[in-house]
């Protein structure tokens, strides 16, 4: 028990700490108090321990400056209670106040005040009660009530009956820890602030300029508990909460913030803005808030299904009555909590026009309904992003059906009494989560197999009335219905109306219709096959290039004989892939080597040697012709007419036929030029078109394809 006694030694010299002198605002536990009117000032005065309670209402008083200086003057340091109600003042000074050091309560109802300084009460360290209310003040600047962090006594503020639309931010305050009763109503102010709720702990020897009449049952530790308190705010145009409170759920009992009777109407907001995120934080609020005209729409959702589902429910029945929307009007909270499928918005953006699209979060979608357009050719092109969305098209003139970006979040679709002839298999394919299907009373004559894949069963699925053909194409449906009980679906067979469970596969002779399917595939391929024989039987040489260029195969090229195992074939060594034989006199044949042939053979990675551009000037020509085309890998020649005329062309020819074993021969003029050739070998290779013309549009490919063969 030590710390109890600990605990009442820390009470009893905190206590102690706050006696002052009869110089500041303290009095004895039961001070004598004498009641004084005008016709009694200043005779009654007693005694410096007397104190006194002065009624000065009713007379009349325009200035209070000269009431200081005459009536009051000899009693004012013992006034605790004055009364200047249902005068004539206008204004108020502040030292009025510092004259009146132990004043305790003011009176200053019915007057004609129409502002106030804020410092006006900064030295009336002692005021518990302050009336202003029923004159013509239009602000509350911050700092009237004290400045941030100075904690007072002041219980009562009453400025009710004002033009008041204004109030600091600052003019509530966390030092305020002994105000119980505020009383604001019948003002314009059009906003509602948190400084209800603000709460702090404090030292009472924090208490500015006047010592606090402590009870030890009202300390915990170092806190005063602020219990029993009442804020009126009523008979305003409150319509929204200006900030997140920042309060500590649990320190706030026994209070009441009356809102009744404002222009309130978003509920959930403003609930918001009290960061009230669960009932208990709602419960703590202790906000009255009936009479306003509250809209009760989807954003109410949340509050109601949480409330209902705690504690709280009996408590939160009549928190507050909708004005709107017209279908609940004057219902309670209480109502919105059973019914809270009732709860929903209209959603406008992205809403196809003549739509009506309400977001219902009782049933966690967005319910778009275009019935009422009648004029609809196809699907809404775009809907609100919802995660699951209910579409009802019914009453239209839709002809088809195509995916939509939005199909994936399709939970039901009602397409019935439409025109509607076809559907698109993916759409179905995209729904996925789709449970409800509706598109009876159309034109449809066959479904997509994809909506078998839905799964749903047949009172899901509505299909009837429609003209629907069965076919070998649509057996599927047998095996369907049978899944659903579908049995009562009925199709058309050869104009006669059959029910779809009993047509089957033989009924309908498939086999007749796959066998002729499978001829007629048959009958292609073959004929594919015989048109590719023909065209490489007479494009043999062609049809290999292309296949090279291709493929990078060689399927008509005869296999390499094998020599016996005894004999042993050295392998030549070539330096170069091409030796170029050509007319050196004719400039045009140089400028093709020059600019196109070189570069090709570049880009075929083929190393070259071309006598105008790599013969060394001094050496002897038949050396350097007959070296360079022994270690070279191809011999190209290029014929012109001239060159039946050119000694050292016709040498190399001969060189690079007998080194080379095959040259591969370009002609540069046309072949017509070269028909009455008699040279050999010549006359050979232009007899058996062994050559490749250079304005043929295979020529790259035909010399990439020599090139390429093994010599």
């Not at 108090?33 to 200043?42: N, S």
């Not at 321990?49 to 008083?61: A, G, K, M, Q, T």
């Not at 918001?272 to 906000?287: E, M, Y």
Request: hydrophobic share 35%; charged share 20%; with cysteine.
């Amino acid at each position: 028990m030590d710390w109890i006694y600990v605990l009442l030694l820390t009470c009893f010299s905190m206590i102690s700490h706050l006696v002052v002198s009869s110089d500041d605002c303290g009095c004895d536990d039961n001070p004598e108090v004498v009641k004084l009117y005008r016709h009694d000032l200043p005779s009654n005065l007693s005694g410096v321990d007397v104190f006194y309670d002065v009624d000065l209402s009713n007379d009349s008083i325009t200035d209070l400056q000269t009431l200081l200086s005459s009536s009051l003057t000899s009693i004012r340091h013992h006034i605790i209670h004055l009364d200047l109600s249902y005068n004539h003042i206008q204004q108020v000074q502040r030292s009025f106040f510092t004259a009146l050091p132990k004043l305790r309560s003011i009176l200053l109802s019915s007057n004609n005040i129409s502002s106030l300084d804020k410092d006006v009460f900064m030295d009336a360290k002692c005021l518990q009660t302050i009336d202003i209310s029923g004159n013509h003040i239009k602000q509350l600047p911050s700092g009237l009530l004290g400045r941030q962090g100075e904690v007072l006594r002041i219980k009562t503020f009453d400025a009710s009956r004002n033009q008041i639309s204004f109030m600091g931010s600052e003019l509530f305050h966390e030092g305020l820890v002994y105000l119980k009763n505020v009383d604001i109503s019948f003002n314009n102010l059009e906003y509602f602030d948190s400084w209800p709720y603000r709460t702090r702990s404090i030292n009472p020897g924090d208490v500015s300029g006047c010592p606090i009449d402590l009870d030890l049952s009202s300390l915990s530790f170092n806190f005063i508990s602020t219990e029993g308190y009442t804020f009126n705010l009523s008979h305003n145009n409150i319509s929204y909460f200006r900030k997140a409170v920042g309060m500590e759920p649990g320190q706030q009992k026994n209070f009441k913030v009356d809102l009744t009777f404002n222009n309130l109407q978003d509920a959930a907001g403003c609930i918001k803005a009290l960061n009230a995120n669960t009932p208990s934080d709602l419960a703590i609020l202790r906000l009255e808030l009936k009479n306003n005209p509250w809209f009760c729409d989807c954003s109410l959702y949340n509050v109601a299904h949480n409330v209902h589902n705690s504690v709280y429910t009996d408590q939160a029945r009549e928190y507050i009555y909708c004005q709107d929307p017209p279908d609940l009007q004057n219902r309670s909270f209480g109502y919105l909590m059973e019914n809270t499928d009732k709860l929903i918005c209209n959603i406008s953006e992205d809403c196809p026009m003549g739509c009506l699209c309400q977001d219902r979060p009782a049933e966690s979608l967005l319910a778009v309904d275009c019935s009422m357009v009648k004029n609809l050719t196809e699907l809404p092109d775009r809907l609100p992003k919802y995660p699951r969305i209910s579409l009802n098209v019914s009453g239209n003139q839709i002809e088809k059906i195509v995916t939509r970006r939005y199909a994936h979040a399709l939970t039901r679709l009602d397409v019935s009494h439409n025109r509607l002839t076809s559907i698109h298999p993916k759409f179905f394919d995209d729904s996925k989560i789709l449970k409800f299907v509706d598109i009876s009373n159309n034109f449809l004559t066959s479904l997509p197999i994809t909506l078998r894949n839905l799964r749903l069963p047949l009172s899901d699925v509505r299909v009837e009335n429609n003209s629907l053909v069965c076919s070998c194409d649509t057996l599927w449906m047998n095996e369907w219905l049978k899944e659903i009980n579908g049995n009562n679906l009925t199709c058309t067979v050869d104009g006669n109306v059959q029910y779809i469970h009993s047509v089957t596969y033989n009924s309908l002779t498939c086999y007749r219709d796959k066998l002729l399917i499978a001829c007629f595939f048959l009958g292609c391929l073959l004929s594919v096959i015989i048109i590719s024989v023909v065209v490489v039987y007479k494009w043999k040489y062609e049809t290999s290039v292309l296949l090279y260029h291709i493929f990078g195969v060689r399927p008509f090229d005869k296999p390499k004989q094998k020599k016996p195992f005894d004999i042993q074939e050295v392998e030549p060594v070539f330096t170069t892939d091409v030796y170029i034989s050509s007319n050196r006199q004719n400039l045009k044949i140089i400028g093709w080597v020059t600019k196109k042939l070189l570069p090709k053979l570049e880009n075929f990675k083929k190393t070259c040697y071309y006598p105008p551009k790599d013969d060394i000037p001094g050496d002897s020509i038949a050396d350097v012709i007959t070296n360079a085309m022994a270690s070279s890998r191809n011999i190209l020649v290029i014929l012109d007419d001239s060159i039946l005329d050119r000694e050292w062309c016709m040498e190399e020819f001969y060189m690079g036929h007998q080194i080379a074993g095959k040259v591969i021969l370009v002609l540069f003029d046309s072949p017509t030029k070269f028909e009455d050739i008699e040279t050999e070998p010549i006359k050979t290779y232009i007899n058996r078109q062994d050559y490749i013309q250079i304005n043929h549009k295979l020529f790259w490919h035909k010399l990439e394809y020599e090139l390429s063969k093994a010599k």
